[in-house]
């Protein structure tokens, strides 16, 4: 997988297939839409692209107080790439970037800068300044093929990336990655004392002592106080399954 940053020097795309959006912890409801996006580029031969935002809308928009990720950049990044995405293209998520009309992002950068062909969106896919453009709008203005995914539920329960958020914060560990549809990956530097730090902005799951899996084997990390500590010392970058 090939990550590009900016449109300054995009790709050579052929017959790209695309979707636009944060994908924060790639869970079962986007892998519907990823899923899409790669079957639909192999079928007529072109690439799967994934475009998402550094930094995150809500940091650059001033209304972050509290929000917390459940996906850094470089986790998100690997479960792509596990998904079968061919190219990343990093939107740098600026207050210039954030007054773009609608019309400007599907004509001057999807279409004009990166040849997109087909666009993947799901049920409530807003974008555009102050959110104008959506599913309506990309039908009307005909610039791309698009398909609208339906909503995911999991026998009946919404998933999306709040409710595991909601399920994190109250430790339910099992009920997250069930949601999900692999674990909780935590990637973050481990000090002589088996104290890892992890981004600022990285969600941990409540206070608690949790069955992991770290390089292969199964321990035992403790979390307190948005600090992990880990049964198995390392002075190195390391990634915690839960």
């Known amino acids: 997988m090939r990550v590009v940053w900016g449109f300054d020097n995009p790709p050579q795309l052929r017959n790209a297939v695309a979707t636009v ?23 007529c031969g072109g690439e799967s ?25 470089e986790e998100k990044c690997r479960l792509l790439e596990a998904v079968g995405i061919d190219y990343v293209v990093v939107i740098p998520f600026d ?10 992002f599907i004509d001057d950068y ?8 087909q666009l993947i969106v799901g049920y409530n896919h807003h974008f555009g300044h102050n959110k104008e453009g959506n599913h309506s709008f990309l039908l009307q203005h005909g610039a791309l093929q698009v398909v609208e995914i339906a909503q995911y539920t999991d026998n009946g329960n919404k998933v999306s990336s709040t409710t595991i958020r909601k399920a ?18 935590i990637i973050g530097m481990a000090d002589e004392k088996g104290v890892v730090a992890t981004d ?21 990390c403790k979390i307190a106080d948005g600090r992990i500590e880990q049964k198995y010392r390392f002075s190195q970058k390391i990634e915690i399954e839960l």
């Open 110 to 117: 999807l279409v004009g800068r990166l040849g997109i062909k």
């Open 200 to 220: 600022k902005l990285k969600l941990l799951p409540t206070n608690g002592e949790y069955v992991c899996r770290i390089d292969g084997e199964e321990c035992r």
């Open 49 to 73: 692209v994934v475009l998402t935002f550094e930094p995150h809308p809500r940091i650059t928009l001033g209304n972050d107080e509290g929000l917390r990720l459940l996906s850094t950049f």
């Open 95 to 104: 207050k210039a970037f954030s007054q773009l009309s609608r019309e400007t």
């Open 168 to 185: 994190l914060s109250e430790g339910d560990t099992a009920l997250a990655r069930q949601m999900l549809g692999h674990p909780y990956i």
């Open 21 to 43: 959006g944060s994908y924060d912890g790639v869970h079962r409801g986007h892998r519907i839409l990823l899923d899409e996006v790669v079957r639909l580029a192999k079928e």
